[in-house]
């Protein structure tokens, strides 16, 4: 098994930027408050599917107070002022299935573009391996055949879930430093460059992905009753 070790580490970004990824603590909670409202709206609703505004108490412990194991994170800071959070990389281990976990990752508007997604992704990767886990999971929105395809081009299994929902798999590199131009980092970067729906993942809350079912279902409901009215008409 790859060894691991949960070190900060630094970098310097492509611009000359230097950022430092390290663990997530307890003692990030009013980071991770400072870093939702530093998202746009537009990015905000990308990452949650939804218009959420704050995290609840109950979300930001389970956010913060992590096991670096079955749930892991990564944040990345400015390696000049720590207390400015770049972005979070996040997997927590599927129930049942020990070798898959759900993933996500978050970069603020202002990084966009500058290498810190990969960067977080990177960490993730390794301590995913690290800890037996070899497929990254999330879920889409079902939109359109297209955007199906291209995650199957992309190297990324998928599946159709209730709601409306379609369930991708990518599998994890055995080497994480061999993670360029691997399936997870085409999907990422995919989703980065908003060629596909960002992952919406259920560890954050049952109630909020919930919401999102019901709220993708009315969608899906309206779309074909449109449907149904310009046929009649």
């Given amino acids: 098994m790859p060894k691991f070790s949960s070190r900060p580490m630094r970098f310097t970004l492509r611009d000359g930027g230097q950022v430092l990824v390290r663990p997530v ?58 207390e400015l959070g770049l972005g979070i990389a996040r997997y927590v281990r599927v129930e049942g299935e020990p070798s898959a976990a759900e993933a996500a990752v978050t970069v603020v508007d202002s990084h966009h573009g500058r290498g810190v997604g990969l960067l977080l992704l990177s960490a993730l990767s390794r301590s995913a391996v690290a800890n037996g886990i070899t497929t990254f999971r999330g ?41 360029a131009d691997t399936p997870i980092s085409r999907v990422f970067k995919a989703v980065a460059r908003e060629m596909v729906p960002p992952f919406a993942v259920r560890f954050l809350h049952a109630d909020f992905f919930s919401s999102v079912l019901r709220g993708f279902a009315r969608r899906h409901e309206h779309r074909d009753s449109s449907k149904a009215e310009k046929t009649r008409t």
């Fill in 25 to 82: 603590e307890p003692q990030d909670k009013e980071h991770l408050i400072d870093g939702l409202a530093r998202l746009s709206e537009r990015s905000r609703y990308r990452r949650f599917l939804a218009p959420v505004q704050q995290l609840s108490d109950e979300q930001l412990r389970y956010l913060t107070e992590i096991d670096r194991v079955d749930h892991m994170a990564w944040a990345a800071v400015d390696a000049e002022d720590l």
């Fill in 139 to 179: 879920y889409v929105l079902e939109d359109n055949e297209p955007m199906t395809r291209m995650l199957r081009d992309l190297g990324a299994t998928t599946q159709r879930e209730e709601g409306g929902l379609l369930r991708v798999e990518v599998p994890l590199p055995t080497d994480p430093d061999q993670l």
